[in-house]
């Protein structure tokens, strides 16, 4: 599910179970879930954790470049 | 015999007095139990006391080793226990009125090692409820407050353990640690926090968190403290500090990137002077990296938001109300958690664990601060360091969570005080399944700091990595 799609769903069921409050933690979560998105090892999701190169760099430090 | 009040000397001190009869069961449970009534009010570190069973049990060892069975240095030693930990007859409250009052049926394994070795238990420790925090401040019977500073935090979640360690209450006790709620509540309290690695100790009979990131572990005031507590907990017969292996020469590897971007100047001062203690002292200190430390945080939370909620679902469903308000709201999080990110993370946590790994082949263990910040004034969501402004649950959990994550042994020990009298800690990682290898270079690294920390610098009081408890009320 796309992050923006899944970020509207969470806080519409949030909303409709009385939790309006949730919001904010909702959007730090689906932020931080797009940086684990974006992280390198997910390019080769189909090889082993350990065939993948040592050394890449991290989601944070690519999205801050 | 050592001149600190009886309350404040180590497991590792008292307890030659203890096999000799120069001091009994029964003085260590009256000296933690008085301390208790004189302070508990003001710490909150207890949820339950157990005044008349630890007495019953103290009577119960005296009359063993005067009997000539003594069970070794944990006998007649008066302990507290987080209480998210199963005491038979006890209920286990996790510091929420979620749980039910009803007493364990059994002690948990962890718990029977312990009381076999002949440790007494004197209550149960305040916590973050549910341990799912690193304030201690959530609980169902009220915040902990730190033995040095009664405005500040004592960390958490196992908040009321540190606090009743540091400030005299018991002699040792028994914490869990899913992101770092052993090693946070050590470095702000001033204690020796140890989490061994992943799997090794049983985690039966412990209210869970985040089943592939709990760890249990012992707090103390020393090193050699710490090493005796965690012998018995893996049903070892525990032996004094003077038999501890300890390595004749090790190298420690600086993690830079990542774990000193932020940190607050004071504690980075701290962590400078320990490092440059440990060169005088010939150890041999190198870099190291962990190339996606960056990614820590990222991984953690879908990871113990999804397991944390497999556990509450059906207490937020049907009682909502009774969490506290941050720990319901965190909790709720957990529901949203998309399958993928899970296995996301998973393997995520696969590549730190290797990362972590490599690092130390080129060293024996890790060295960095246990804690950012000093500990966090009580009340506060946010503070700045650096110039950012962070969530104090983000900065608390920085340093540690990635050893959780990792499976990694990680241990946290005093090194000095912030002007305004704030412990500060360092944290050493080790080799994974090494936990005896780590504690004995943690005991050589208390010694070099405690050696050189006489220096009436800010870590001259309080500087107490090694065999000498300071006395938080006299701050």
Redesign the interface.
Known sequence: MRIETWLNAMKADAEARGLPELAPLLEALAQSTAALRRADWNDAADRPVGDLPAGRRSAEDEASR | MNSQPLRLRTIGDVAPDVASGAVSASALTEACLGRIAERDGDLNAFIAIDADGARAAAQAADGEIAAGRYRGPLHGIPISLKDLIDVAGSPTTAASNVRPRTPAADDAPVVATLRAAGAIVLGKCNLHEFAFGTTSEDSAFGAVHNPHDLARSPGGSSGGSAAAVADGMSYGSIGTDTGGSIRIPSAACGTVGLKPSYGELSCDGIVPLSRTLDHVGPLARSVADAWMLYDAMAGRTPRLPADMPLPDRFRLGVPRP?FLDRVDPEVRRRFDDALARLEQAGVEVTEA?I?????I???Y??IV?AEGMAYHAPTLDRRPEDYTAGVR??L??G????A??YV??R??Q??LH??VA?SLTACDALILPTLAIPAPPLGVDAVEVDGHTDSVRGLTLRLTQGFNLSGHPAISLPCGRTPDGLPCAVQLVGRRDRTADLLGIARRVEAAIQDNDDDGGHGGHGGNAGNAASDPAAT
Request: no cysteine; glycine share 6%.
């Open positions: 990542y990296e190339p996606h430390a960056g990614d945080a990222v991984i939370l879908p938001l709201l965190r709720e999080m529901r949203y958690v998309l993928e990110d996301r993370a393997r995520g696969e590549v290797r990362e490599e």
